[in-house]
């Protein structure tokens, strides 16, 4: 079953959306909003597996909406206007419904959703609680679990566990798959921290243990976003 929430500044067309999602027996539409600030509002507290958004919205677009979210729920984007539909799908939209559209059309999207987040589900399930990383002309272990932060350096990446470090030639956009939300975060364009390691942050920095790193400006809302789950 898919919680699902619906964001349009149109009325109608929430109307529409709560007819059309009734005979579909896996996807329940907790809420509707047409208002962006407060669906953000809600997004915060409220575990949703979907959401159906809007792209033309007066407050905030859709879009902008999607791109200021950290790990988003899987997003079916309806609209009247066609022209964004590329930049959707560059975001990861499961579909892209123009509106008019049909309650069968709109079932099949709800279907990729369906698939999506179970394909999500198994890949959670099947993680793994370790990876290998070269290290000059070694294959190094490295287990989640002891990972206090990650920094680059230049071509590099150095992991600091607990009682030692390993350093490997990675970018950052590779560290990130390695480290993904939300048991890690990305505070600063050079280091990922392990969030249960975290002890005390501010706007500025963060510690880890007694350590200091800096919070880079544009990461502090995604920080405090993570932070506080």
Not at 30 to 53: G, Q, V
Not at 58 to 64: K, N, S, V
Not at 148 to 177: C, D, H, I, P, W
Request: include cysteine.
């Amino acid at each position: 079953m898919l919680t699902a929430i619906a964001i349009d500044d149109e009325p109608m067309a929430l109307g529409v959306i709560r007819k059309f999602v009734s005979p579909v027996p896996f996807v329940e539409l907790a809420d509707t909003f047409t208002n962006a600030f407060d669906a953000l509002a809600y997004l915060k507290h409220r575990k949703t597996d979907l959401i159906f958004l809007d792209i033309m919205m007066p407050d905030i677009g859709g879009i902008d909406l999607l791109k200021g979210l950290i790990d988003p729920p899987l997003v079916i984007f309806t609209t009247a206007h066609s022209d964004h539909a590329v930049q959707g799908f560059e975001l990861n939209a499961v579909d892209y419904l123009l509106k008019p559209f049909s309650p069968e059309r709109f079932e099949q999207a709800c279907a990729k959703a369906l698939d999506m987040h179970q394909w999500r589900q198994q890949e959670l399930a099947s993680r793994t609680t370790s990876f290998f990383v070269k290290s000059g002309y070694d294959n190094i272990q490295i287990a989640l679990d002891q990972i206090l932060y990650a920094e680059s350096t230049g071509n590099y990446v150095q992991f600091f566990l607990k009682g030692r470090s390993v350093t490997s030639r990675l970018t950052m956009t590779e560290t990130e798959k390695l480290l993904m939300p939300p048991d890690f975060i990305r505070i600063h364009r050079r280091f990922i921290v392990a969030k249960k390691e975290v002890t005390q942050t501010d706007k500025k920095a963060l510690l880890i243990g007694n350590l200091e790193l800096p919070i880079g400006e544009t990461y502090w809302e995604g920080v405090k976003k993570l932070l506080t789950r």
